[in-house]
């Protein structure tokens, strides 16, 4: 197929319309910002779900035939899928402008062009601005290729133009479009918002950061209390909207003056009355706990709390550069304990400076904060992903390995290779702790339905009953997970012991499943009557 001049399009092909294609799952607010700048200067905006069948994306664009196609890059393993897709799309005529937008294609703009040679132009960091320039620009046949926040190619190699400034004043752009369905938690709704912009921490294994600091302006910009707390009113007056799931990479509750603003969206919360009404969820960091306000929270209505502890080894949190300590998160989940809030955390059992000693801490560690029952174990392995400086710093010492799809590394004892690689075959065998279906993930969400049901319904008997069966099984569960991972320490370490039975375990894995769904369903149906009564009386 001959090649399109795109660049040269006559302007009459224009017809005012915009796709952009990104994840939608549990809300994609990066591209509703996007979209409701376009559309309020008037642009058509068609929003599409890169999880839909191949040939229905295709058929969508095509049949819009629109202006540019903005592609939303949130996992840069994901890079060769978008390539796919843009190949399909020219191959079935769309002529469209094509640009990419994200953490990815922002930090590593010239290796994105290079995986997707479709691709006209980059719009590098917060793209609103940009993107409405060039649409504007595109539709008025101006030269694109002078306008600041785009890289593209030359004959020459790849031309990055001066990035624009972060925007600066979150409050001037308008509330984000939502084209996707609500989280639904026992017929509760549940949206996305944020608060605030960037990110003040300089973890080692994150790229939050750097896509904020290699941008001019502002690291970090934090919303009108009044603004976030109006948008929320908003969205629970049309859109029923119940359970609030703040995205902010680290809420602004960190030190005096953001303490301060914390404590204002409180009283604010609670003078509009939303308080009585809606819940919310939030990330920080461990530092950022505070008995005193996460007890007003509380009452205005937190109900969970997201911490990345990334590591229970000092030597681990040194690696990741968290600037925190191992007591000062083990302090943290105490707290939000004492003051009954559920938390949620990332954790990573290894990393590049891992040992089996520091293997066995992390154990130690989980077994503290979870033996109880009251979260799901959950870990994962560190992974270097572009513009994170764990990268550089792996490149420099020849341990970096994989691509962009696959980033990986080798630890410094061999022996931790094989250790991993037998501990990923098994979690994915028996399916324990990665997948929508994945036990962890099933035990996650009955735990949060339970955290609902006490915040958003009537008081009902037999709450008590069914979370202690839920944190037993919880309990269990965990315990046996960290057995497999001691297990295996033993066995790769000191060649004590043999691996653990996959098919055993996948066995053990599905009755316990089984049991969680099971005593689940029980719960709602015996409570049938009462949960539909508060939903349409709330309706």
């Not at 005096?256 to 969820?281: M, N, Q, T, Y």
């Amino acid at each position: 197929m001959p090649a399109i001049d795109r660049a040269s399009a006559p302007v009459a092909d224009a017809r005012g319309v915009v796709a952009l294609i990104g994840f939608q799952k549990m809300g994609n607010l990066g591209l509703g910002y996007l979209s409701a700048v376009l559309r309020r200067a008037g642009w058509d905006v068609r929003v599409i779900d890169i999880e839909q069948p191949p040939e229905a994306i295709v058929r969508a664009v095509a049949d819009a035939r629109p202006l540019l196609v903005g592609f939303s890059l949130i996992f840069q393993y994901y890079i060769r899928r978008y390539d796919d897709l843009m190949f399909s799309l020219r191959r079935a005529g769309v002529d469209a402008h094509f640009t990419m937008g994200g953490h990815y294609p922002s930090l590593s703009p010239e290796q994105t062009l290079k995986a997707a040679p479709d691709l006209d132009s980059v719009v590098r960091f917060e793209g609103e601005e940009t993107l409405l320039a060039l649409v504007e620009t595109l539709r008025d046949g101006g030269d694109w290729r002078a306008l600041d926040g785009l890289v593209y190619r030359t004959p020459d190699g790849v031309q990055a133009n001066p990035p624009r400034h972060l925007v600066h004043d979150l409050d001037a752009l308008p509330f984000p479009d939502r084209d996707f369905a609500p989280t639904e938690i026992l017929g509760r709704q549940g949206m996305p918002i944020l608060a605030s912009r960037g990110c003040a921490r300089t973890c080692s294994f994150c790229s939050i950061h750097t896509f904020y600091r290699t941008a001019p302006g502002k690291v970090v910009r934090l919303r009108k209390t009044h603004e976030v707390v109006r948008e929320m009113a908003e969205l629970y007056e049309t859109r029923g909207v119940t359970v609030f799931l703040f995205q902010d990479d680290d809420f602004p509750m960190f030190g005096p003056k953001w303490r301060a603003w914390a404590h204002d969206l409180v009283d604010r919360l609670i003078e509009s009355g939303l308080s009585r009404k809606v819940i919310f969820k939030l990330n920080c960091r461990a530092d950022a706990v505070d008995a005193h306000l996460l007890s007003r929270m509380r009452d205005a209505g937190l109900y969970l709390v997201y911490m990345g502890l990334e590591s229970g080894d000092e030597d681990g949190l040194v690696t990741l550069n968290k600037e925190i300590t191992v007591e000062q998160n083990l302090a943290a989940v105490r707290m939000l304990k004492d003051l009954g809030i559920r938390f949620e955390y990332g954790f990573m059992l290894l990393d590049p400076s891992s040992t089996f000693r520091s293997v066995r801490a992390n154990l130690a560690f989980l077994r503290e904060i979870v033996g109880d029952g009251c979260s799901p174990a959950t870990f994962c392995k560190m992974l270097p992903y572009d513009g994170t400086p764990i990268k550089a710093t792996l490149e420099a010492a020849g341990r970096l390995k994989g691509d962009v799809c696959t980033p990986d590394y080798d630890f410094l004892d061999p022996r931790l290779d094989a250790f991993y690689a037998d501990l990923a075959r098994i979690v994915e065998v028996t399916g324990w702790v990665h997948g929508p279906r994945a036990l962890t993930m099933q035990l996650s969400w009955a735990h949060l339905e339970v955290a609902v049901v006490r915040r958003l319904f009537p008081a009902l008997p037999d709450t008590d009953a069914y979370e202690a069966t839920l944190k037993a099984l919880t309990a269990r569960s965990n315990a046996e997970l960290f057995q497999i991972v001691e297990a295996l320490a033993d066995l790769h370490e000191h060649g004590v012991g043999r691996a653990p039975d996959p098919a055993a375990l996948r066995d053990l894995c599905d009755a316990t499943l089984a049991a969680v769904i099971r005593e689940r369903d029980a719960f709602v149906a015996r409570n049938q009557a009462v949960l539909l009564e508060a939903l349409e009386a709330a309706a």
